[in-house]
């Protein structure tokens, strides 16, 4: 069996169509703020995709720099910034880019987005509607596994579903989210960093969702016939190609082993990760919504 690709570029163009509708009913377009607060090159790199994602569906776009923004390299400073930027009524949405500098809390600066201007959906306040089937402002990573199994059409109903990883952004709410419709809801295991035999649980899988961070922990000796693979693990791997020394990014999943057991996985570059950046604008545009 040669697995079918479950490309996150068609979901993700249909949601952005969605949205693009949606800004363009708006009276107004919404104004989206992110607070980058470290030198980090990946949060940058993050900051461009977001404007460049954020100017194709008519979203406004602002990358606030903790150097323009001056003393905001602590904790109660960087909470101090997001207080503003809840009463700025003209900023509809608001995320901190991650990560913070050393010293800092996070999570607590997160915590200071007010939840309806809370756009990667991590307010407990967002969280807590997860517990009760409102999926509308969940974090985008793990609302991007739901809503590819749902375009994808996977019948979940009393599905063997294993997901490795239980982090507060991806794994839990994913699973949460998993279980948002008691008439349609799948068997979850969750497996994480202590679970004895990894590979006995994903041996199990009709529905395998892995977001670990370790490249290749999944390999094909690992995966059930006919299985169907969610690959959320984004990994830089130094390889060797041609003889030459590159830079690759891979998924937690061995793609070519797994794609002769599975029925269905997804690419890493070009599956989950796409439509996470879409679902950032969805999100955007259900905060400006419940503001208006
Ligand atoms: P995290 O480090 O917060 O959590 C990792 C989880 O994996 C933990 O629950 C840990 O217990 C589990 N784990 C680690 N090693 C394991 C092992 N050997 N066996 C079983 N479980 C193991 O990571 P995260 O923020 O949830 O991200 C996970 C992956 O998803 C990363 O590769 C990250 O880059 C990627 N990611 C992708 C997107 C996207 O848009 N595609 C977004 C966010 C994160």
Redesign the pocket.
Known sequence: MVAELIEGGPVAERIKTEVKEAVGRMPEPPRLVSVLATDNAGAKFYAGSQKKACAEVGIEYELHDAEKIGEKKDTAALQAYMQELNEDRSVTGILQLMPVPEGVDGRAVQLAIAPEKDVEGVHPANIGRLFYGDISLAPC?AK?VVTMLDDFGVQMEGKETVV????E???KPAIVMLLRSMMHSPTVTC???A?DD?AYHTRRAEVLIV????AG?VSGEMVREGAVIID????RVKVEEGGKKKTKVVG?VDFDSAREKAAAITPVPGG??MV?TALLLQNTVECAMRQS
């Open positions: 990573t991007a490795v990883g239980h982090s952004i991806v794994g497996c994480h960093i679970t990894l977001a670990a961070g370790k922990l959320v693990g984004i990994n937690d989950v990760g996470t």
